[in-house]
């Protein structure tokens, strides 16, 4: 069952990185699907093409930053497992869960669908994400692809592109969402 679009423009601009059925590869340092998003660089691994929309996978390396705003993923269970560096995830049900958690490099974090979260990068990261099948493409949808390895600069995207890829991918900022901390 598809959650996202089957057939989606997100992933045009990348058409031949990854071979978009299911089939074994390997990608060296560096081979994946590249987009900035603010001051971090999202590499998708893996898509709901190349899984028969079971699950899609990325990295995230940024520098220390500030944090992002509150948003929930609708149809989305997400994972944060740190490779290298600090990051500090908010997660609250809005009812009994409210955590503040600073992950270190090993630490894993779980975020189900619909659980408000934000996070922070407190020193250089990198992390390892896992989704639900076709949300990988959401961070091209608000994002500006690059071939660079690491993160360069800063992309800003406009409120109009964050909210039609909020609606396309189930998810919903909330910018005023005060955690407990």
């Keep these: 069952m598809t959650l996202f679009p089957a057939v989606d423009a997100d992933k045009a601009p990348f058409a ?30 893996l898509t709901g093409d190349e899984t028969d ?12 930053g500030d944090r992002i705003p509150a948003h929930r993923h609708l149809r989305t269970h997400e ?31 779980f975020v189900p669908a619909n659980i408000v979260h934000a996070f922070r ?17 959401f961070f091209h949808a608000i994002g500006q692809k690059t071939d660079a390895t690491e993160p360069q600069g800063v992309y800003v995207p406009d409120f ?3 909210r039609a890829a909020g609606e396309k991918y189930w998810t919903q900022f909330m910018p005023e969402f005060q955690f407990r901390d």
């Design 121 to 137: 990068i407190d020193n250089t990261t990198k992390v390892f994400g896992c989704g639900t099948a076709g949300f990988e493409r």
């Design 53 to 64: 929309d079971q699950y899609g996978a990325w990295t995230m390396k940024a520098p220390k």
């Design 160 to 162: 109009s592109v964050l």
């Design 16 to 45: 031949g990185i990854l071979p978009a059925s299911p089939q074994p590869f390997v990608l060296g340092e560096g081979q994946g699907e590249k987009s900035l998003v603010f001051d971090q660089l999202f590499e998708i691994l």
């Design 79 to 109: 994972i944060f497992y740190v490779v290298d560096g600090e990051i500090t995830v908010w997660m609250d049900d809005e009812a009994d869960y409210h955590s503040r958690t600073t992950l270190t490099t090993g630490d894993f974090a």
